[in-house]
């Protein structure tokens, strides 16, 4: 209870310091009077009474201390009165207190910004019941054999009669599910739209815990093909269609031709398989989407007798028993799954958590990122301290007074911490906010540039995150340097004022700057490699004009285009239309454009007659298709209209791996169940996909249409195809409206989608790319700027605090271009070895940056040497500023400047 009232006196001394201060001087003086009033009595004289009374009560000063101890808390007023003291001495010199607060604003700025994407892309958990138990099932196939491809193991998913197997005799999941994306046009609800969503087996929602929002998911019976078809809708497209409708629940959708009863609406939080993978959808303003719009069950085909053949891998997802480890489910997987054929040699099965599966390819990335930016919080700081230490440097005779008097240690520490303190609250409170408005950036990109890009936000664990580093910072910051300042002994000092200090001083600026420097080769090294890297691959010759290109995708519905000539007609006839659109100067159809090409087949490839296993990636094209690309061919010709034999293209790699040194014009192939295709031309490599796609042998065959095959028998999928549409101006978007027009005359159940220019497919598939680059050059940038100002800082007050030695020499005769060379080898000895300890050190990140290089190796000596030669300019600049300073010394006002 004592202790109680002691501290609620106490917190009530403290809102009323004013007041208990002036009952304080009055006690003192009611004291003192009562006193002298005794001593008056006795017969002394008024002023000699008084002073009786001051000599008896003591030291008024001291008695107030004492009981201002007694009264408030002390350490917490010392600290008060030391940040007070320290605003009033940052004010008095803005140029030093801007510089440091800059400085940490940069520092803490990025550090927010990257432990913002740490921890909402690494280590926020997935908002889901079940995550920690969510696993992915991943199975490891030898990695391609084509050279220049990635020779990591192919993580791919199971084959059916895996699935199957597995699911009847696993004992470590209490589920396993499927899962695999699709789209579907749906009609009857004003115009045809085109949805993007999934094909889900039963218990796929149950796997991860979450509850539909009204209705239900899908029962086990609806596995099996003759069931009536369902479908459960996402929130989003419940509001965006049906009005948030309460009646929803029974209500028949058609999609692709198909009567389907709506059975549930799943949350708005709920956004699976795209977390997975993306389920990307493209809005008609050409934005991205990757949230699925509805879900429909997954048929369970019947067991096949034979071996398993084919490239019919699907994603699945399982939950673990409780208690059950991944290692146990991955022991398992490969004893129940060792011996079944599979028609690609494989490496084993891999069990991993969903969320560790789901960021696998950026966490070594932004792990990256998070150790760079750590570097350049360093450097922050190591800047920092060498300011305030100059500035210390220029106060050594204060503080050797200060402690002459009887200051203590401590007192000065506390009073330098504030300083830092002061500064570092300041620079973090600017550097969180470019932290917010950077993260808001990072929101703009395409969706599919980081896993759970939705997820980066800074929350209120991100800002404690910043907080934190700012006290830190600032008192690891003052606490070094008061360390520093307090190691000169007081005598010198007191006798010879700064440059007692210097030569102490020196030793551990060098050494700070030398860290720097080391870490900025680091830094700068990286981002010269991203950058060089994002510089070719912006530049790389596709092998057709990109520029100038609208592309879109149309999906015949096979309930009205039954046969393969019905919808070569309607090809046929689209591609008269879109030619006479305004602004289209042609137009052409394909399964796909080059690098949009998912067709790879396992299946026996026959070459002049001979069978052989292979590997091949195809688009299957129509006459115009390469004239309307613009494609460039090294040899032959593209494909001709008429009822000719069969006839393809290939690109380079084709004919390096199958076809040899001979001449390929003339020679055949088939694959599968197709006609025999006559090598008509071949074009240059062709890269799968916009980004780092490897180089990919290719085949063009001509879509052969026969009237007796079904729609979705023949080649090219005619069903489903990709329009490619060369436009005269400069914006291919702007004749989207005249296209729309054409498609709805010919066919008006048709919806338009996925439409964008290929400059905007190529910008959003090398986002990736420019994200790290920019990041990388800024870190580098940073890093470069913080350590020639810490150059510059060091080599200023070196020489402010050797005035009177410069003086000396100057007035010996030295020439003042022998100061500047001295001065400035003095600063490019100390980077130069900075620049080899950075060196030695790059190689810590080679692992990761080969994964993220187009075009060169992580050993660039053009880039290295490129980032040496930038450092040693730089820092000659900032070593050459002061050195020129300390040239032009008058040598009379040097010798009397001590």
């Known amino acids: 209870m004592t202790r109680l009232r002691t501290l609620l006196s106490r917190l009530i001394a403290l809102s009323t310091s004013r ?15 009562l006193a002298a009033n005794e001593h008056a009595r006795d017969g002394a004289a008024p002023d000699e009474a008084r002073a009786r009374a001051r000599r008896e009560f003591g030291g008024v000063e001291q008695v107030k201390e004492v009981h201002r101890d007694g009264r408030g808390f002390p350490a917490l007023e010392a600290w008060v009165r030391d940040l007070r003291f320290a605003a009033r001495s940052l004010v008095r010199t803005p140029t030093f207190s801007l510089a440091a607060v800059a400085t ?42 084509q050279p220049g491809a990635p020779q990591e193991p192919m993580r791919a998913g199971l084959y059916i009669e895996q699935f199957r197997q597995w699911r ?84 028949s959708l058609t999609l692709n031709g198909d009567t389907r009863r709506v059975v549930g609406v799943m949350p708005a939080t709920f956004n699976l398989p795209a977390l997975a993978g993306p389920v990307m959808s493209r809005s008609d303003s050409g934005q991205l989407g990757v949230s699925p719009e509805f879900w429909v069950p997954s048929p369970l085909p019947p067991p096949r007798p034979g071996p398993v053949t084919g490239y019919s891998l699907f994603p699945a997802i399982g939950l673990l028993k409780p208690g059950v480890t991944p290692a146990e489910a991955t022991a398992e997987a490969n004893a129940i799954l060792g011996q079944l054929p599979t028609g690609r040699p494989r490496l084993g099965m891999e069990i991993v958590r969903f969320q560790d599966e789901m960021v696998r390819s950026v966490r070594s990335v932004i792990l990256l990122f998070q150790l760079a930016v750590v570097a350049v919080l360093l450097i922050a700081c190591a800047n920092v301290a060498n300011l305030f230490l100059a500035r210390a440097a220029d106060r050594q005779r204060e503080l050797a007074v200060r402690m002459a008097l009887g200051g203590s240690r401590w ?32 929101q703009a990109l395409p969706p599919d540039t980081l896993p759970r890009l939705a997820s980066v936000k800074v929350n209120e664990v991100v800002l404690g995150v910043g907080l934190a580093v700012c006290g830190l910072s600032g008192v690891l910051t003052g606490a070094f340097v008061a360390i520093r300042s307090l190691r000169t002994p007081i005598l010198p000092a007191l006798q010879h004022g700064t440059a007692a200090g210097a030569a102490r001083g020196a030793r551990p600026s060098s050494v700070l700057l030398v860290a720097q420097m080391a870490g900025a080769v680091v830094l700068l090294a990286c981002a010269g490699l991203l950058l060089n890297s994002f510089v070719q691959l912006t530049t790389i010759d596709h092998g057709f004009r990109t520029e100038q290109l609208l592309t879109f ?20 006839a689209l591609e008269g239309a879109l030619a006479r659109v305004p602004g289209v100067a042609s137009a052409a159809v394909s399964t796909a454009l080059p690098f949009q090409s998912t067709n790879i087949g396992f299946w026996p490839l026959t070459i002049d007659g001979v069978t052989t296993d292979s590997e091949v990636t195809y688009t299957a094209a129509r006459p115009d298709y390469f004239e309307a690309l613009g494609t460039r061919f090294l040899r032959g010709r593209g494909l001709a209209a008429g009822d000719g034999a069969a006839e393809a293209v290939v690109n380079e790699a084709f004919v390096r791996r199958y076809l040899g040194p001979d001449n390929p014009l003339g020679r055949t192939v088939r694959f599968e169940q197709s006609p025999v295709y006559e090598i008509v031309g071949v074009i240059q490599d062709t ?65 338009v989608y996925n439409a964008a220019s290929v400059d905007q497919l190529a910008r959003e598939a090398n986002a990736a790319s420019r994200l790290y680059a920019i990041v990388a050059a800024v870190f580098g940038s940073a890093a470069v700027l913080l350590a020639c100002v810490g150059l510059y800082g060091l080599l200023a007050c070196s020489i402010s605090s050797r005035t009177h030695e410069l003086g000396i020499r100057r007035a010996l005769g030295c020439h003042p271009s022998a100061v500047v060379r001295r001065e400035v080898g003095r600063g490019l000895r100390l980077v130069s070895i900075g620049i080899a300890l950075g060196l030695a050190a790059t190689p810590l990140t080679w692992g990761t940056l080969s994964r993220l290089l187009f075009g060169l190796t992580p050993r660039d000596p053009a880039t290295l040497a490129t980032v040496c030669a930038v450092l040693l300019l730089v820092a000659f600049i900032a070593a050459y500023l002061p050195a020129r300073r300390a040239s032009r010394i008058d040598p009379m006002a040097a010798l009397r400047c001590e």
Request: aromatic share 6%; net charge neutral; glycine share 10%.
């Open 168 to 251: 009847q005799e696993t004992r470590t999941l209490a589920r396993l599910t499927k899962y695999s994306v699709l789209s579907a046009t749906l009609t009857g609800v004003r115009d045809p739209v085109r949805l993007s969503g999934a094909s889900v087996s039963p218990g796929f929602f149950e796997t991860f815990g979450v509850a539909p929002l009204i209705g239900r998911t899908f029962t086990d019976e609806e596995e099996h093909i003759g069931t009536p078809p369902v479908v459960m809708l996402s929130h989003a497209t419940w509001m965006r269609l049906f009005g948030g409708a309460a009646d929803i629940l029974g209500t």
């Open 687 to 751: 890269r799968r996909g916009l980004g780092l796609g490897d180089m990919a042998p290719f085949l063009f065959p001509e879509i052969v249409v026969s009237s007796e095959q079904p729609i979705d028998t023949s080649p090219g999928w005619l069903a489903g195809l990709t329009v490619a549409v060369r436009v005269n101006g400069s914006d291919p978007l702007a004749v989207l409206p005249g296209v729309k027009r054409a498609v709805r005359a010919l066919d008006p159940t048709l919806p």
């Open 19 to 33: 007041r208990a201060e002036q009952d304080l001087r009055d006690e003192i003086d009611t004291h003192i009077d």
């Open 411 to 442: 007192d000065i520490m506390r009073r330098a911490i504030a300083e830092a303190l002061l500064v570092s609250t300041a620079g973090g409170a600017i550097g969180i906010w470019l932290a917010g408005r950077a993260v808001n950036l990072l």
């Open 104 to 145: 940490f604003a940069i520092g803490i700025g990025a550090t927010t910004a990257v432990y913002a994407v740490v921890q909402g892309v690494l280590l926020q958990p997935l908002p889901f019941p079940n995550a920690e138990r969510a696993v992915r099932i991943v199975q490891l196939l030898e990695p391609n054999p």
């Open 553 to 572: 995708r149309l999906t015949l519905p096979t309930g009205r285009y039954q046969s393969a000539r019905q919808a070569a007609d309607f090809w046929a």
